[in-house]
C-alpha cells in the first residue's frame, strides 16, 4: 500500500511567488518522522525540514516550512518567495518506528522568471 | 569530511553479470540503507540495517543482497544482473532520529 503521496507530478511558480508541494501520509503508528528533500538535476538529495509526529508546532527552515495537519495526515510544503534555484524536484518521505524512510513519487517544481 | 561515498558513479553490465554497488561512511552513523530510483516512483527502499551485523529488507529486496560487518561499510550486491535493475541507486546514512544524509549516487545500466 502506498505510505506517501504526492498527487502534483509537476508544479509553476513565478518567481518571488509562494508554493505549496503537497503530501499525505498513511500510518497507524503514533510516533512518526515526516522529511522533504529537494533534489536538483544535478541529482543529490539535499535535506530541507523535518516534521516530528508529536510536534505542535509546524515545522520552519529559513524560507521552507511545512503544514502538518495530523488529523488529515497530511504535510504540505511551503517555499516562500521562490526563487530560480528552487526549481527542483520535492520529495516527501516519512519513517515510522522499526522501518526506514519511505519516499513518495515526487513534485517537480519549476520557478518562472 | 567525505560523509558519505559511493562507488562507482556509473556502471554498465551485462544480463547475468553480478556487481557489488560500494557505499562508505565517515559519520559513524549507526543507521546504513540502499535505495533505487526510478522515473516516476520516487526512491524505494531495498535494504537497511541498523548497525553492524543488522541487516533488514525494504520494500524491493529482491534480486539484492546485503551486509554490515563494520559500521563504515554497507555494500549492495547484484547477483545476476536484470535489464529491471536499471537505475539511480542511493546509499543514505542516518544518527538515530535524525534526516538521512545521501551519497551522490550510482548510475547504473543493465543491458
Known amino acids: 500500500a502506498q505510505k506517501i503521496t504526492q498527487t502534483q507530478p509537476g508544479m509553476f511558480v513565478q518567481e518571488k511567488e509562494a508554493v505549496t508541494l503537497d503530501c499525505t501520509y498513511d500510518?497507524?503508528?503514533?510516533?512518526?518522522?515526516l522529511f522533504w528533500y529537494k533534489q536538483p538535476s544535478s541529482g543529490e538529495m539535499i535535506f530541507l525540514i523535518y516534521?516530528?509526529?508529536?510536534?505542535?508546532q509546524n515545522a520552519t527552515e529559513g524560507r521552507y516550512s511545512l503544514n502538518f495537519q495530523k488529523a488529515r495526515k497530511s504535510a504540505n510544503l511551503v517555499i516562500s518567495a521562490s526563487q530560480l534555484g528552487d526549481s527542483a524536484m520535492y520529495f516527501c518521505?516519512?519513517?515510522?518506528?522499526?522501518?526506514?524512510?519511505?519516499f513518495g513519487a515526487g513534485t517537480r517544481l519549476t520557478v518562472k522568471p | 569530511n567525505a560523509g558519505v561515498t559511493q562507488t562507482p558513479k556509473f556502471q554498465v553490465l551485462k544480463t547475468g553479470q553480478s556487481m557489488t554497488l560500494q557505499c562508505a561512511q565517515d559519520?559513524?552513523?549507526?543507521?546504513m540503507s540502499w535505495y533505487r530510483q526510478d522515473p516516476g516512483m520516487g526512491l524505494r527502499l531495498i535494504h537497511y540495517?541498523?548497525?553492524?551485523?543488522?541487516?533488514d529488507q525494504g520494500e524491493v529486496p529482491n534480486g539484492y543482497n546485503v551486509s554490515r560487518s563494520t559500521t563504515e561499510d554497507f555494500p549492495l550486491r547484484l547477483l545476476s544482473a536484470a535489464p529491471s535493475q536499471t537505475s539511480v541507486y542511493f546509499c543514505?546514512?542516518?544518527?538515530?532520529?535524525?534526516?538521512?544524509?545521501f551519497g551522490q549516487g550510482t548510475r547504473l545500466t543493465v543491458v
Open positions: 543514505a546514512t542516518r544518527r538515530g532520529e535524525d534526516e538521512a544524509f
Open positions: 500510518t497507524s503508528d503514533p510516533s512518526y518522522g
Open positions: 516534521q516530528g509526529s508529536y510536534d505542535q
Open positions: 518521505a516519512m519513517r515510522e518506528i522499526n522501518n526506514d524512510m519511505r
Open positions: 559519520m559513524n552513523h549507526e543507521y
Open positions: 540495517s541498523v548497525g553492524a551485523g543488522i541487516t
